[in-house]
């Protein structure tokens, strides 16, 4: 596609369910991330996929949190026993092959509003 | 470890008034570092990076390694600047992008 799509835009559970939440980056694009967006806390980053190397999951907040990303695609975003302080806006972006200084530009999507009652 | 600062959450200036959105990093190595924007309604998207030098919309940000700086400015703001502006550091041309928590600007006419 002709940029990074998010699916569903809009999510609401009830405290305590599975939520998974799915990113198709731009096609060929080595990279993939993953960033929670909130009120107060901006951009907090998640995780970061590249290639075929170990993903960086630094970010993740707590076990809770998990992500996988299929045949270097399509990647989801899976948060177990979802709580109320995880209602946040969840952005996926990817990124093309960057070996030059200042490449690392990345293409955003649009987002998942997760609402957790 | 690697950290950007963006000091104010908010930004509230007149229209043709001068702007500057602060943003301060963290990192021991050669930082890349970028200005990315998100409109109203819209996605977040890069406005420019430190390596290009450019100009865009206006805007403008010199990397200051001395004092650890990439604040982001503007002489003349517009109301269409309004928007959510956030900073963000990269280690090298790859790896991870660490954003600020971003400042709300708000262009007053």
């Known amino acids: 596609g002709a940029g990074v799509s998010q699916s569903p835009s809009n999510k609401v559970t009830e405290k305590g369910k599975d939520v998974e939440l799915r990113c198709d980056p731009i096609?060929?694009?080595?990279?993939l991330y993953w960033y929670r967006q909130s009120l107060g806390q901006g951009l907090e980053f998640l995780i970061y996929?590249?290639?075929?190397?170990?993903?960086?999951k630094s970010g993740l907040p707590s076990d809770r949190f998990s992500a996988e990303r299929t045949g270097g695609s399509v990647s989801t975003l899976t948060i177990q026993r979802t709580q109320q302080e995880d209602s946040a806006v969840y952005l996926c972006?990817?990124?093309?092959?960057?070996?030059?200084?200042?490449?690392?530009?990345?293409?955003f999507g649009a987002g998942s509003r997760l609402t957790v009652l | 470890a690697q950290r950007v600062t963006q000091p104010e959450k908010l930004l509230s200036v007149f229209k043709g008034a001068p702007v500057e959105l602060k943003c301060n990093y963290s990192?021991?190595?050669?930082?890349?570092l970028f200005w990315y924007v998100q409109y109203s309604r819209q996605r977040l998207q890069l406005l420019l990076r430190?390596?290009s030098r450019e100009s865009i919309k206006g805007f403008t940000a010199d990397l200051n390694k001395g004092e650890t700086s990439f604040h982001l400015k503007k002489p003349f703001a517009q109301e269409e600047d309004s928007a959510m502006y956030y900073c963000?550091?990269?280690?090298?041309?790859?790896?991870?992008?660490?954003f600020g928590k971003g400042t709300k600007l708000s262009v007053k006419p």
């Open positions: 096609s060929g694009h080595t990279a």
């Open positions: 972006a990817s990124r093309g092959r960057a070996i030059l200084p200042g490449a690392n530009v990345l293409t």
């Open positions: 990192y021991s190595g050669s930082p890349e």
């Open positions: 430190h390596i």
């Open positions: 963000a550091l990269s280690k090298g041309s790859q790896g991870n992008l660490i």
């Open positions: 996929f590249q290639g075929n190397s170990a993903p960086d």
